[in-house]
């Protein structure tokens, strides 16, 4: 490796540890703080940090390896999840804030769901902590996982080197400076992103010539790769499309709604959140797009499209500038780490130590339970990461799905309509990720060759599509039959609505 590229690599490192000891100095140390930061953050820092942990390395990895094969009928996605972010921005970002702060002052998405519905039993909150920290945990060592196949592919470290080192790193921030240091991390990272894909793609269309050699150039590879609808039929538009509908169930990306320090700010946050995601995400789909033309104009040699970027950093930049660069698919990748380790370990803390163990514990002991957590998740995730072929990585291209269907109707319609029940809101969590696993998994449809397998039924459809449906119906019909909310829940709804037109939010 690069003198230039390792100095680049180490003061990144160096900023991240520094933010970390930073917020531990100034974050309170009460569960509050180290868990929402005391629900102080500005717009600018909830937008960014909300983009950066929602992106992981997809965005600099996959969308631009999608888009180098495919084309640009590639870009449903990034349409759906555009469309995603900005109805999450408008229709739940300013309710959950007022409703969470009015529930008794709920810290996680499984405290809200407990409190939202008076929830004594807790039934509500174990489901939806248990969903939470196996998905998490899993989709953690997913990231671990995209950090030593870093390390390993761009540095010529070790691989197992790469995952403590990624892991170490995001733990070290994680453990000591809480919410407020994730999501400080989280907005230096989303700036490093967003400069790291408006650079790549204008530096190698420059040395292309400009547009117009490189259109000519993908031209004549393909000239379908230039239709947006070559290949796609209107189930696949939809199924892409239906990405977005993931964003309203994600926790480690709404709890940041729950953070932010006056539902007033949220309009701003938006605007800075649509536009830093807007610009990335054409960034990362122009890099794919780019990338092939300069390939074949150069003769370069690409083992694996999805590390176009890699590629373009390393041949069209010094090493010094090649380091930032590479550094940017860490914070993409470390980013969504120490958010989904975070919402695990309060998870951990909030809905499993202080609801079993220790129901009168001080807030000084659920820090300190809540940063050995943050430690426990990690543990696993990297154990999990060893086999790159681990078996159970493959939940994690279905966790997305998972969680909005799970969480995404029970959250939306739980902030909106007062006569939702508990007995709803567990129809249709159940049923939603049931929905999900059963699409996801059980081979129905038949085989596309004589002596091929079965397929399962996502094959055709995105399974977050029937996932969402199903709970939303579950929830709407078992509200009306089961016994309404108690006297005081229904008040407490009311008077999140009065909130909200006070605020000239709603």
């Known amino acids: 490796m690069e003198f230039g590229q390792l100095f680049s690599l180490g003061l990144y490192f160096v900023v991240m540890l520094g933010i970390g000891v930073y917020s531990f100095l100034n974050t309170d140390e ?28 997809w965005m600099l990895l996959g969308l631009p390896g999608a888009m180098f094969v495919s084309g640009i009928s590639s870009s449903w996605i990034a349409i759906g999840l555009l469309i995603g972010a900005l109805c999450n921005y408008l229709i739940v970002a300013p309710r959950l804030r007022v ?9 996680t998405i499984p405290d809200y769901f407990a409190k939202r519905f008076d929830d004594n039993h807790p039934l509500l909150k174990i489901i939806s902590a248990i969903v939470i920290i196996i998905f998490f945990t899993v989709y953690t060592s997913s990231g671990v996982v995209a950090g030593g196949l870093l390390f390993e592919e761009a540095f010529g470290f070790d691989y197992r080197i790469g995952l403590w080192v990624t892991a170490g790193v995001v733990v070290a921030y994680t453990l000591f400076g809480g919410f407020m240091a994730v999501s400080m991390t989280d907005f230096v990272q989303g700036c490093i992103m967003f400069i790291a894909l408006v650079m790549v793609p204008i530096v190698a269309l420059m040395n292309l010539g400009g547009i117009g050699p490189a259109m000519d150039t993908i031209h004549a590879i393909d000239p379908q790769l230039t239709n947006m609808f070559e290949g796609m039929t209107l189930i696949g538009i939809i199924s892409l499309m239906s990405w977005g509908l993931g964003y309203f169930g994600q926790p480690h990306i709404i709890v940041r709604f729950m953070a932010i320090r006056s539902v007033k700010d949220i ?18 789909l122009a890099t794919g797009f780019v990338g092939l033309a300069y390939v074949t104009e150069t003769g370069g040699n690409l083992a694996d499209p999805e590390t176009i970027f890699i590629f373009l950093s390393q041949v069209l930049f010094h090493p010094l500038i090649a380091g930032f660069l590479l550094a940017a698919i860490l914070a993409a990748i470390m980013s969504t780490i120490s958010s989904q380790l975070l919402v695990s370990s309060s998870s951990l803390t ?5 609801l079993f163990l220790r129901r009168n514990a001080s807030d000084s002991e659920l820090v300190i339970v809540g940063r050995l957590s943050v430690v426990a998740v990690a543990l696993v995730a990297i154990f999990l990461a060893y086999d790159r072929n681990s078996s159970v990585l493959d939940l994690v291209s279905n966790a997305w799905a998972g ?27 159940v049923l939603g990720a049931v929905i999900v696993l059963f699409w996801t998994y059980v081979p129905v449809l038949p085989p596309l060759e004589a002596d091929g397998d079965a397929r399962p039924l996502n094959a055709e459809l995105y399974s977050i599509v029937p996932g969402f449906i199903v709970s939303a119906l579950a929830i709407w019909i078992v509200s009306l039959l089961s016994p309404q909310s108690k006297p005081h ?14 605020a000239g939010v709603e």
């Open 350 to 354: 909030e809905d499993f130590y202080k």
């Open 99 to 107: 409703y969470t702060v009015e529930a008794n002052d709920a810290v």
């Open 30 to 57: 009460d569960v509050e703080g180290y868990m929402l930061g005391g629900r102080k953050l500005g717009p600018a820092v909830t937008s960014l940090s909300a983009g950066a942990s929602d992106m992981s390395g």
């Open 403 to 429: 969680f909005g269907a799970a969480f995404g109707p029970l959250v939306i319609i739980s902030l909106y309509w007062k006569k939702m029940t508990r007995w709803g809101a567990l129809a249709g969590m």
């Open 489 to 502: 829940v229904l008040a407490t709804h009311d008077k999140v609505g009065e909130e909200m037109k006070a």
């Open 267 to 284: 309009p701003t946050a938006r605007n800075i959140g649509m536009s830093w995601m807007l610009v990335t995400i054409i960034g990362a």
